[in-house]
């Protein structure tokens, strides 16, 4: 089975810090996406961040970039200078294939200020 | 709007009722996906699409059934409610199912009493 590992359910950081989640994932496919998605309270699924995995760069945008090592197959997530509107359950999912997506379980980020 | 509609919003049924979610996109994708979120279950596939007329299973598919007999609409029927199906429903869609990631609709929270 594929799957998509989050290890930590619950993650807090600082107003203005630095925060990275993790994320792994197996697949035997050679070429497949990954995304980051947040949900806020209002339970809507907002795409964060793709990668392909073809792309060796990290894909980044804005204050959020991920740290993707093929080879290990870890995805993380990094965002800084984080905002109180960055709390959320975020969500690591990838596409192996042809196939819809694969969800992690989730992390819940709270952000203190 | 352009995006994925999902209706109801809400619901709450009696075990053994039968109801349809609606979903419904204007984007002209052609890959449509129904997860349900569950606490610290993440988004788990029921069933999916990867076009008008073909339909396949994902991992938890029993007591639903879909049919895509429009490239717009995807509807998913509960046969007869059990409490277990109480749960966060979204229904998504993605253009080809690879690197442009999935538009989600907002959701229906379902109550099986």
């Known amino acids: 089975a594929q799957t998509v590992t989050q290890s930590q359910p619950e993650m807090s950081v600082q107003e203005a810090e630095t925060v990275t989640l993790s994320c792994t994932y197996d697949?035997?496919?050679?070429?497949?996406?990954l995304f980051w998605y947040k949900q806020p309270p209002s339970r809507q699924m907002i795409l964060v961040i793709r990668q392909e995995a073809y792309k060796q760069q990290n894909a980044t945008e804005n204050r959020f970039s991920v740290n993707f090592q093929k080879a290990a197959k870890s995805f993380s997530l990094k965002i800084s200078d984080s905002q109180l509107g960055d709390a959320a359950m975020y969500f690591c999912a990838y596409i192996p294939g042809n196939t819809p997506l694969v969800f992690g379980k989730g992390t819940r980020l709270s952000v203190i200020a | 709007n352009a995006g994925v509609t999902q209706t109801p919003k809400f619901q709450v049924l009696k075990t053994g009722q039968s109801m349809t979610l609606q979903c419904a996109q204007d984007m002209n994708h052609e890959y449509m996906s129904w997860y349900r979120q569950d606490p610290g279950m993440g988004l788990r596939l029921i069933h999916y699409?990867?076009?008008?007329?073909?339909?396949d299973q994902g991992e938890v598919p029993n007591g639903y059934n879909v049919s895509r007999s429009t490239t717009e609409d995807f509807p998913l029927r509960l046969l007869s409610a059990a409490p277990s199906q109480t749960s966060v429903y979204f229904c998504?869609?993605?253009?080809?199912?690879?690197?442009?990631?999935?538009?989600f609709g907002s959701g229906t929270r379902l109550t099986v009493v």
């Open positions: 998504a869609s993605s253009y080809r199912g690879t690197n442009y990631g999935y538009t």
């Open positions: 697949t035997s496919e050679s070429d497949y996406y």
């Open positions: 699409s990867v076009g008008a007329g073909i339909t």
